[in-house]
């Protein structure tokens, strides 16, 4: 308990912020939807000379993945201190030498088992 402590010292406050940056995200594409639609449905209905229901569903298409990639992008962000942080424990692990030398003679050794 107390290493999980002193890793996030402040879990529900912690979890409370990413989901609240999480559901923001949310909020502003699902906002980002509205607003499209409206717009679209308002040029249609008062200028449809100029724009077919074909040029609409088009740029919608493409206004909806980039808004989707946008927010899946902004959720997935991470702190440059904290991943600077992570790399450097994952290397010094993956650096430090082993007190197994797998390829010494010396040492305790398994005796030899027949299977039959």
Do not use: C
């Amino acid at each position: 308990e107390k290493a999980l402590h002193a890793e996030i010292p402040h879990p529900i406050q912690s979890s409370f912020s990413k989901g609240s940056g999480a559901g923001l995200g949310q909020l502003v594409q699902m906002w980002g939807y509205a607003l499209m639609f409206w717009w679209g449905g308002w040029i249609l209905t008062n200028d449809s000379f100029s724009f077919s229901f074909l040029d609409y569903v088009v740029s919608m298409f493409a206004l909806m993945f980039s808004l989707y990639g946008l927010t899946i992008a902004a959720e997935g962000a991470v702190d440059r201190d904290k991943a600077s942080k992570a790399a450097e424990r994952i290397f010094t692990i993956a650096d430090r030498h082993s007190q197994i030398d797998p390829l010494s003679e010396s040492g305790k050794h398994q005796e030899a088992v027949e299977v039959s």
